[in-house]
């Protein structure tokens, strides 16, 4: 799925809740191969126009493909009408949680986008060619935690820069 990724603050991972939400209902979406960066080429697609043009958050391209998952359970199988049917279902249940006046699944999503990852400061207001794509599933080989990791040590690696002394500067 693509999205587009906001510069306004406390919007960073909103965009994200929707396909997040479909991967965690869905065994056989990719939250990890999801792009919410906004290339040149693709200023002219539908929802990269109805998302600056109309100012709607959600918009998005969802693609399947032909030849099947590279990933979990379905690596090396070829979709079939069953399993897309299954994702259209799945889609559907996606929706409905989305709209839900019990918030719970979109506050459980939203509390990992901001764990796998945070925020930029309130004085920093983030890119709008932003590359944050990656999530995953609940299952023992959740990419996510991968990805965790990575941000907790970037967030770390940041901290230690922004206290260390920069070159020819004293302590």
Not at 81 to 110: H, V, W
């Amino acid at each position: 799925m693509y999205g587009c990724s906001s510069n306004k603050i406390g919007d960073f991972n909103r965009e994200k809740i929707f396909p997040k939400l479909l991967s965690m209902n869905s065994k056989i979406f990719s939250f990890p191969n999801c792009c919410f960066d906004i290339q040149k080429s693709k200023e002219s697609t539908g929802r990269v126009v109805v998302w600056r043009e109309l100012n709607i958050m959600n918009s998005y391209t969802i693609e399947a493909s032909f030849c099947g998952a590279d990933f979990e359970r379905y690596a090396n199988c070829h979709f079939n009408r069953e399993m897309l049917e299954e994702l259209g279902y799945q889609f559907c249940e996606t929706i409905y949680d989305f709209c839900n006046p019990d918030q719970s699944k979109i506050k459980k999503a939203m509390e990992e986008l901001e764990i796998a990852f945070p925020e930029k400061d309130s004085g920093d207001k983030g890119s709008e060619n932003s590359d944050w794509d990656s999530g995953g599933s609940d299952d023992e080989n959740d990419p996510t935690k991968e990805d965790k990791k990575k941000a907790q040590k970037k967030s770390k690696q940041n901290n230690e820069d922004d206290t260390s002394p920069k070159k020819g500067q004293g302590k």
